[in-house]
């Protein structure tokens, strides 16, 4: 007798289990803290820093099941990364590679690697891939327009999505850029729909597809697993900037923390956004989070 195999196993796409939040700046100075979060949706208290205290890094997923935080300024702008492991340990610095900058924005590709893109006061629009083993590449030239304060997510279970931000001079904007699963960033995506904004958050849910939310509104955007970003919908729980999101329980995601409030969104593998539930942690924003294993 062969096996049954339940329907569409084969094809099934999840995500990782866990997921950290970490460094940012709470009222005053900077911190390298972090917080986990549980299978379940549920944030730990703060967990003791590890590397350089600093806000506006970026995070994504590599290797399958583990995570890297990197760049970030403390005023002096930096490409030093923190590696963090399928056990959620983060580790000291690893001298950096690529241009030094903030503000920018990473989620992971072709199913084990990551990908740095965009940033810094001069607007950049290069990229830095993360290999399977957490090896930052060199810049690879730019594609698509510089902006800072974008961010990133998976879709499409080995595809990313780099979108929103601001442009100097010109103000927000709701372009999109395609990751391919090779990690290669096609052009810009003039947005027809969705609020132009920052400093938002961005985050894979339903194993194979995403969301930004948040960004001086509640508003949020679904991107189904074709890499189609949806108009908005209307915004569950408190308005805020500067805050993270990162994927929990393979399929669902989680947004949290900003300045002053360390309040939380959880996702359903349906994309719906939950009501605020209270925070764990110091409150702080310009943080990141990932998930892993």
């Known amino acids: 007798m062969f096996p049954i195999i339940p329907a569409n196993s084969a094809t099934a796409v999840s995500g990782n289990d866990e997921g950290i939040f970490g460094f940012g700046q709470p009222g005053g100075g900077l911190v390298s803290t972090t917080n986990l979060v549980s299978n379940a949706g549920v944030v730990s208290s703060d967990v003791a820093g590890v590397g350089t205290a600093r806000y506006y890094p970026a995070a994504c997923e590599y290797g399958g099941d583990k995570g890297i935080f990197g760049y970030g300024t403390d005023g002096t702008d930096y490409s030093l990364t923190n590696l963090v492991s399928n056990t959620g340990v983060v580790s000291s610095d690893v001298t950096g590679v690529g241009t030094a900058r903030n503000n920018l924005a990473a989620c992971e590709y072709g199913g084990d690697k990551g990908i740095f893109g965009f940033g810094g006061d001069a607007n950049h629009s290069m990229t830095n891939l993360v290999s399977n083993t957490g090896v930052v590449s060199t810049d690879v030239t730019g594609v698509g327009q510089g902006r800072r304060g974008l961010r990133a997510c998976e879709y ?31 052009s810009d995506q003039a947005a027809t729909t969705g609020t132009a904004r920052n400093s938002l958050a961005a985050c894979g849910y339903g194993g194979d597809k995403g969301i930004f939310g948040f960004g001086d509104t509640a508003v949020t955007n679904l991107v189904s697993n074709t890499g189609v970003v949806a108009s908005d919908t209307a915004g569950v729980g408190t308005v805020r900037s500067g805050l993270a999101a990162c994927e929990y329980g393979q399929d669902k995601g989680i947004f949290s923390f900003t300045k002053n409030n360390d309040v ?11 009501t605020d539930v209270a925070g764990v942690g110091t409150a702080r924003y310009m943080l990141a989070a990932c998930s892993f294993n």
């Open 156 to 186: 499409g279970g080995d595809k990313g999505i780099f979108g929103f931000g601001y442009v100097s001079h010109s103000g927000d904007v709701s372009i999109t850029n395609l990751v391919s699963n090779a990690g290669v960033v096609a």
């Open 264 to 274: 939380t969104n959880l996702v359903s593998n349906t994309g719906v956004v939950a």
